[in-house]
C-alpha cells in the first residue's frame, strides 16, 4: 500500500482502527467517528451497529428509502446484516454487547468525564443514543480534533459543558495524542510523528502522566 | 370490527391536546401521510413522543414548523432548527430523554411496569429530579413509563386483522409504541388478506392495532 | 341447536362463554378454562393467548412439534396467528392487553383473593403466568366447581393459602352461582336453574349480598 | 472466529458449579441435544434458569432426576414431581419466579438494566425480601437482574454467523436469554450460509452467539 499523506481527521480515524479487533461489534458516532471503517487494517472485520436498528452497516450500493443510519443518511448492508427495533438496539447497547463505541466531543477531562451533545444557550441537537453508548459500550474511543477551532483545549481538568456520561471514557484520540484513561487519571501513551511533548502539553489543559513506554504514531 | 379505514375517516381520532406517539427515526418508518393529514386539520397543543423531530419539512418536522407541538418528548432535535428555535423562545417544551431510556419508558408503559432502573444518564442533568437507585453497588436512574392517547405507526405490510411487517430500519420505535397508547393508528404500504403473513413473520400482532390506513409507498 | 344436559364443568364453562365479547384477546388457564373455548356465543370470535408466545390458538390439526399450548400440549392455530417470544408475551398480559382470562383456583374470598398455585407441604407447582394474568389481564373470571372435593367451601372470607393475587379477581362462575367481586364485596349476581339461595348460602363460607336483580342461568 | 463446533468440543464449556440459562417451554424449543451430553458428562451443581423444569424423561427435566442441580430458578415445576420431591427433601433449592418476571429479569440482566418495577406478585410470597416501590399511586415490586455464565439455546436455523430463525412456539425464552450469558451456545436443527436468512427474518442476531451445534430435528 502507498503511503499517503493523510489529513487531520483521517489520521485520527486511522490510529483509532487499530484499537480494533477482528469480530468486534462496533457502534460509529456521526462524523469523524464513520471514517473509522475505512481504515481497518488488514485481516480484521468489524460488525458496525447502528442505533436506529441494525447490525451490519455497508456501503451504499443503492439508495432504499427503509435503509438508513443513526444519521438518517443513505446506508447499505453487508452479507449476514441483521434487523431488530430501537428496543433491541438499545438492549444491545446498554447491555455490554458493543465491544467499542467512537464518538466525537465537545470536551473531556481528565477523569473520563464527557460532555458532546449540547451547549447551552446555543445549540442543542439532544443525546440521542449517545448516554447509552458510553454507559453501555466496552470501550469508549473519543475521536476529535485535539483544540477547538478558536485554539482553546478540549481536554479539560474539569468538562464545563453539561455530559454526556461521568468517568465514561477509555480512550482519546486527536491528531497530536492517545491518551488512555485509567485509575490513576490520564496517560499519555503516544504523540503523533510530527509533534513533540512540548506542544502536547501546551494544548492541553488536562493534568496527565506521561507513559514510560511513550509511542510514536 | 373492520380495522381499514380511510385517510378520510382518520380526523375523528384526533383531538387537540392529545398525546400522539409517532413512529420513525429521522422521518424513515414514519407515517408520513396521516401527519400530513394531521397538518391539514391543524391538530394542535399535541404532545408529541418520537424519537426526533425528523427535518423541518419531513414528517413530525412538519408539525413543529406548523406549531402544532404542545410539548415534545424527544432524543434528538439536531437535525430540525425550528424545534431548538421555539424551544429557546419557550413556545415548545422539549423534553430530551437518552434515545435507550426513551424505548425503555414507551415499553414499560405499554407492559404494565412502573419503571426501569437503568445507568443511562447518571452524573448528567437526566437524573434532574428522578428517583436514583443503587443495585449491587451501582447507580441507576428510575425512569418511568410513558403512554399516548394515539399511536401512528407505519409499517410495510399489514394484513386486514392488523398484524404488521416493518422493513429493514422502518421498524425502530413501532413495536414499542404498538404497546404503549389508547388507540394504534397504521399507515401501511400494502394490505394483504389474513393468512398471507407467516406466524413467525409477524412483528406486530394485530390484535394491539385498532384502524389500518392503506397509502402505498407515499411519495 | 339441541340441548344437551352438561355436566358440571361444561356448565360453568358455558357460562363464562357469555362474558367474552368479539373480538377480545382472551387467556384461558389449563383444566376447566380450556373449556370455554367450546361453548362461545355465535357471532363471538375472540383471539386466544397463550403464554409461551402466540396469538391465535385454534384446533390441533396436525402434531407439530415446535407448536404447543402453555400446558406444553399440541397445539393448532387460526389463520391470522402471530407468534412472538416469552418476553412479548407477558409486555401483552401485564400490559393490559388481554381483555379477559379465565383460571381455576384453589379458593377465592370476598375481597377478590386469589389462591391457585400452591399447598404448602403438598403441592407447588408453582406460578407460572398466573400472577402476571391476574394483575394485567383487564377481567379476571375464576371458573371452578363451588366446594373442594371434600364438600368444604373454597370461596371463603380470607384465602389460608399462599395467593396468587391480591384483589384481583373480577368474578366467580362455578356451578351453582355467578359472583362479582366489587368495592362493597361480593355480589350474588345469579344462581344455577337447579338450586336455591339457600343451598348457595350453605355452601359459600364468603359473606355476600344477593343483587337485587338476581337472575338464573 | 469459526462458530460452528461439535457435540465433541462442546464440554469445555462445561464447569461444574456454573450457572446455565437453558430455552425451552415445557421442553419445546429446548437444546434437547446438548442437555443429554450434559448428562452424559454428569456436570454437577449447576444452577439452572429456565421457565420450568419440563417433565422427568425430556430437556432439562432430566438434569432434575439425574440429581445435576443445586438451584433451580424457573416458573413451574408442576409436571416434574422429581422436582417437588427434591425441593421438599431440600436436595435442591428452587427459587419460584412468576413467567413474567422471569423474562423481566433475564432481559434485564442482558441489557444492562438493574431491575424493573412490576405490579407482579404485590401482595404474595414474591414480594417477601425485595425492594417495593409506590409509583404514582400503585404499588410495585423491584425484580432485579439474572445472568448465567453459559446459555444454551435452540434454533430452528442458524447462519454461520450465529444468526437465528426460530419457529412457532419454540422461540419462547431463547432470544432473551441470547442477551444475558457470557457464553451463548445455541443447537440448531439446520445450518445455512450467511446472507440466506434474510436481514427482517433474524429473530438473534448473530453478534450474540459464540458457539453453533447442528443437531437436526433431534429425534
Given amino acids: ?217 | 370490527m373492520e380495522k381499514v379505514i380511510s385517510m378520510e375517516e382518520l380526523p375523528q381520532y384526533y383531538s387537540d391536546g392529545m398525546s400522539v406517539m409517532v413512529g420513525g427515526f429521522m422521518g424513515v418508518g414514519q407515517p408520513i401521510e396521516i401527519v400530513k393529514n394531521m397538518v391539514e386539520k391543524q391538530v394542535k397543543d399535541l404532545t408529541l413522543i418520537c424519537n426526533d423531530t425528523a427535518v423541518p419539512d419531513l414528517g413530525v418536522g412538519t408539525l413543529v414548523v406548523n406549531k402544532q407541538l404542545k410539548k415534545a418528548i424527544v432524543s434528538h432535535i439536531g437535525t430540525n432548527p425550528e424545534t431548538g428555535k421555539q424551544m429557546i423562545a419557550e413556545e415548545l417544551d422539549v423534553e430530551l430523554v437518552p434515545q435507550g431510556s426513551l424505548a425503555e419508558r414507551i415499553r414499560a408503559g405499554g407492559a404494565g411496569l412502573g419503571g426501569v432502573l437503568t445507568p443511562t444518564g447518571v452524573g448528567t442533568v437526566v437524573e434532574e429530579g428522578k428517583v436514583k437507585m443503587n443495585v449491587e453497588g451501582k447507580e441507576y436512574i428510575l425512569e418511568t413509563p410513558l403512554r399516548a392517547d394515539v399511536a401512528l405507526l407505519k409499517a410495510h405490510k399489514a394484513d386486514k386483522a392488523g398484524n404488521l411487517v416493518y422493513r429493514l430500519t422502518g421498524r425502530n420505535f413501532n413495536p414499542m409504541m404498538a404497546l404503549a397508547a389508547d388507540m394504534v393508528i397504521a399507515e401501511v404500504e400494502e394490505l394483504v388478506e389474513v393468512g398471507e403473513l407467516e406466524p413467525d413473520e409477524i412483528m406486530t400482532p394485530g390484535v394491539l392495532v385498532d384502524k389500518i390506513v392503506v397509502c402505498g409507498k407515499g411519495e
Fill in chain 1, 1 to 217: 500500500m502507498a503511503t499517503v499523506a493523510l489529513n487531520t481527521k483521517d489520521r485520527i480515524a486511522n490510529r483509532i482502527a487499530k484499537e480494533l479487533k477482528d469480530g468486534d461489534l462496533v457502534n460509529l458516532g456521526i462524523g469523524l467517528p464513520t471514517k473509522v471503517g475505512n481504515f481497518l487494517p488488514e485481516g480484521v472485520e468489524v460488525m458496525l451497529q447502528s442505533e436506529n436498528g441494525y447490525i451490519g452497516i455497508g456501503p451504499v450500493t443503492e439508495v432504499d428509502p427503509d435503509l438508513v443510519n443513526a444519521g438518517g443518511q443513505p446506508a447499505g448492508m453487508v452479507t449476514g446484516a441483521a434487523m431488530f427495533d430501537s428496543f433491541m438496539s438499545f438492549n444491545l447497547i446498554r447491555g455490554g454487547h458493543v465491544d467499542a463505541t467512537v464518538l466525537g466531543a465537545l470536551q473531556v477531562d481528565q477523569n473520563g468525564n464527557l460532555a458532546n451533545w449540547m451547549v447551552p444557550g446555543k445549540m442543542v441537537p439532544g443525546m440521542g443514543g449517545a448516554m447509552d453508548l458510553v454507559v453501555g459500550a466496552k470501550k469508549v474511543i473519543i475521536g476529535m480534533e485535539h483544540a477547538a477551532k478558536d485554539g482553546s483545549p478540549k481536554i479539560l481538568k474539569q468538562c464545563n459543558l453539561p455530559l454526556t456520561g461521568k468517568q465514561v471514557v477509555d480512550m482519546i484520540v486527536t491528531e497530536l495524542a492517545v491518551f488512555t484513561c485509567t485509575d490513576k487519571g490520564l496517560v499519555l501513551e503516544e504523540i503523533s510523528e510530527d509533534t513533540d511533548l512540548q506542544t502536547v502539553r501546551e494544548k492541553t489543559e488536562a493534568d496527565y502522566i506521561v507513559s514510560k513506554n511513550l509511542k510514536k504514531f
